[in-house]
T-cell receptor, first 111, second 115 residues
Framework: DAKTTQPTSMDCAEGRAANLPCNHSTISGNEYVYWYRQIHSQGPQYIIHGLKNNETNEMASLIITEDRKSSTLILPHATLRDTAVYYCIVRVPSGTYKYIFGTGTRLKVLA | GAGVSQTPSNKVTEKGKYVELRCDPISGHTALYWYRQSLGQGPEFLIYFQGTGAADDSGLPNDRFFAVRPEGSVSTLKIQRTERGDSAVYLC?????????????FGPGTRLTVL
């Protein structure tokens, strides 16, 4: 199962874009990349997912490199409420489709 | 509609006791997952149900852990002879059908503390 690597922590100024990188160099061709975030004492919250193409929704944008070995989650205008642990997850592509979580990036948005 | 709910939100027990943790998935979701999250770590997969059957229980750490989903909806995670190392947040997630592109929706978790 593919593993992901993320920086342990990042800071971002309020109102600025937060760019969270993720390395998944062992990803296979049919494995999706998912991003979730976890605010203290809550369950993980879905943000976005993608396979090959860049994706955008009301929460964020996901940029996946052409070789699919890495991706970046972009929060375009970070707010204090975006302070959380962000997980980049590669999903097992068959059978259970379970998630393999890493340790995530702790993002702190600064006023 | 309502999201995934888990009860209790907190459970404190003594070493050696038996505990049950409950998960109510989103209505109509046929696939259900249990994960365990230790302090400072990401969630780790425990078991997966498709309908009433446990399709994959490879993440259960040992035979003290067991889970059921008798009617294909509510699931109960059961831990016998609890140990201090079982202390963690136990998360439940559900999806529509366990398909490749189905998104997992998580509950708030149950924080288990074994004294």
């Amino acid at each position: 199962d593919a593993k992901t690597t993320q920086p342990t922590s990042m800071d971002c100024a309020e109102g600025r874009a937060a760019n969270l990188p993720c390395n998944h160099s062992t990803i296979s061709g049919n494995e999706y990349v998912y991003w979730y975030r976890q605010i203290h004492s809550q369950g993980p919250q879905y943000i976005i997912h993608g396979l090959k193409n860049n994706e955008t929704n009301e929460m964020a944008s996901l940029i996946i490199t052409e070789d699919r070995k890495s991706s970046t989650l972009i929060l375009p205008h970070a707010t204090l409420r975006d302070t959380a642990v962000y997980y980049c997850i590669v999903r097992v592509p068959s059978g259970t489709y379970k998630y393999i979580f890493g340790t995530g990036t702790r993002l702190k948005v600064l006023a | 509609g309502a999201g995934v709910s888990q009860t209790p939100s907190n459970k404190v027990t003594e070493k050696g006791k038996y505990v049950e943790l409950r998960c109510d998935p989103i209505s109509g979701h046929t696939a259900l997952y249990w994960y365990r999250q230790s302090l400072g770590q990401g969630p780790e997969f425990l078991i997966y149900f498709q309908g009433t059957g446990a399709a994959d229980d490879s993440g259960l750490p040992n035979d003290r852990f067991f889970a059921v989903r008798p009617e294909g909806s509510v699931s109960t995670l059961k831990i016998q002879r609890t140990e201090r190392g079982d202390s963690a947040v136990y998360l439940c997630a559900s999806t529509r059908g366990g398909q490749r592109t189905d998104t997992q929706y998580f509950g708030p978790g149950t924080r288990l503390t074994v004294l």
